[in-house]
């Protein structure tokens, strides 16, 4: 089967052991980027945003959780208004149900790192991974 014609159902779970710092990064946008392991079911991201970085308003079928990991993340879940903005610090932890508008930003003049979680693993990143690498991501395998 060609790396190409591969989707999330087509691919298996690998055991193993897979340092982040050695994953390749993938860009999603200027001072945003992401180091990805996936399964199956679910993937992790380990997403680092630079000083002044943003992720726009969006939203994805996928669920999402996480924890923040480094820095502070202004965490917008459910629109972009002030209210429905939290500050996420290491330790402090967070659920996106699938089709929920949500948006970050850094705060301050430090990077920050979150880890995401979602389920099932999220598609455009699996191939955005393949596309740039021409591999799969850690944890899976043809």
Known sequence: MSIENLTVSSLKAVSGF????EVEPIELAPGVSLRLVSGEKAM???????PGS???????PHEQMGVGMEGELL???GGAEEKYARVVRAGDSYVIPGGVLHAAKTVGEVACTVLDVFSPPREDYLEKFRALYNKEVPGLAS
Do not use: D, E, K, R
């Open 18 to 21: 897979f340092p982040v710092a």
């Open 44 to 50: 992790m991201s380990f997403v680092t945003l630079q």
């Open 54 to 60: 943003t992720v726009p308003l969006h939203s994805h």
């Open 75 to 77: 965490l917008y879940i």
